[in-house]
């Protein structure tokens, strides 16, 4: 999913659903979807949080802008979040 579209904090413009229930491995449905928050134009950006997003809650506390340069290799663009102790 991060090839697919790229990470901002301010102005994301898709979100994660996710149902477990809904998973079939036979008809090859996996229970999650990526859909559209707004209508999208023609060659519009995809964004997404890869640290805020809907399902991300478990990454909320801990999960800042150190991270994202550890994990993905980028500083994220304004804004930031910064995680001190």
């Known amino acids: 999913q991060s090839d697919m579209m790229n990470h901002h904090n301010g102005k994301y413009n898709v979100a994660h659903r996710y149902n477990p229930y809904k998973s079939d491995a036979l008809s090859n449905t996996p229970g999650y979807e990526i859909v559209t928050t707004k209508r999208i134009k023609q060659s519009e950006e995809l964004y997404q949080s890869y640290n805020r997003c809907n399902i991300c809650s478990d990454l909320f506390d801990w999960f800042g802008t150190?991270?994202?340069?550890?994990?993905?290799?980028?500083?994220e663009p304004l804004p930031q979040r910064w995680l001190f102790d």
Do not use: A, I, Q, S
């Open 66 to 75: 150190p991270e994202l340069f550890l994990n993905y290799g980028f500083v």
